[in-house]
T-cell receptor, first 112, second 115 residues
Framework: GNSVTQMEGPVTLSEEAFLTINCTYT??????LFWYVQYPGEGLQLLLKATKADDKGSNKGFEATYRKETTSFHLEKGSVQVSDSAVYFCALFNQAGTALIFGKGTTLSVSS | EAGVTQFPSHSVIEKGQTVTLRCDPISGHDNLYWYRRVMGKEIKFLLHFVKESKQDESGMPNNRFLAERTGGTYSTLKVQPAELEDSGVYFCASSQLTGKSYEQYFGPGTRLTVT
């Protein structure tokens, strides 16, 4: 079946550090891939997406590349800020399905 | 454009009581989804409406959960009777019926605590 595995948190970084949150998936066919973010006290927001192999999604300095050969969609940011502290969810949408399938979420805490 | 709204934001009830959660999707979005996140675990799909019809309710945990979407607008999710394991955050999301149907917009969630 379809599933998403992302690295367990929490991830604790200092401001301006490099961030990587690993995400791998299992799916039939060619799913669309997403990163969602939940800031404290807020709902889920779409951070970025990629709909086909080798696509790179990017937003707010975050990037992730759809790698079909390694079934991965790792989230990266070159220099994190305190305001990036949040829970990050990797997710996939399979065209054969009807709903998003999420990973467990990774809590990021950035200190100044 | 107004986003997805959910009410209440937080509900605390006792085991055995009934709670009804409400979701108002983005205007014009025919797809409406309910998800749930139990603490520390994945956000899991509960069910999917297309307009007023249930397209997929494979994620509903048991018959204590009843979802409705009368008129194809807002949706309600009723839990009756609530159990301790129902505690969690319930998210609603909506999307267009065609085109970028995969791009779902989420509400802020309802945090349900069953004591």
């Amino acid at each position: 079946g379809n599933s998403v595995t992302q690295m367990e948190g929490p991830v604790t970084l200092s401001e301006e550090a490099f961030l990587t949150i690993n995400c791998t998936y299992t799916a039939t066919g060619y799913p669309s891939l997403f990163w969602y973010v939940q800031y404290p006290g807020e709902g889920l927001q779409l951070l970025l997406k990629a709909t086909k192999a080798d696509d790179k999604g990017s937003n707010k300095g975050f990037e992730a590349t759809y790698r079909k050969e390694t079934t991965s969609f790792h989230l990266e940011k070159g220099s994190v800020q305190v305001s990036d502290s949040a829970v990050y969810f990797c997710a996939l949408f399979n065209q054969a399905g009807t709903a998003l399938i999420f990973g467990k979420g990774t809590t990021l805490s950035v200190s100044s | 454009e107004a986003g997805v709204t959910q009410f209440p934001s937080h509900s605390v009830i006792e085991k055995g009581q009934t709670v009804t959660l409400r979701c108002d999707p983005i205007s014009g979005h025919d797809n409406l989804y309910w998800y749930r996140r139990v603490m520390g675990k994945e956000i899991k799909f509960l069910l999917h409406f297309v307009k007023e019809s249930k397209q997929d309710e494979s994620g509903m945990p048991n018959n204590r959960f009843l979802a409705e979407r009368t008129g194809g607008t807002y949706s309600t999710l009723k839990v009756q009777p609530a159990e301790l394991e129902d505690s969690g955050v319930y998210f609603c999301a909506s999307s267009q019926l065609t085109g970028k149907s995969y791009e779902q917009y989420f509400g802020p969630g309802t945090r349900l605590t069953v004591t």
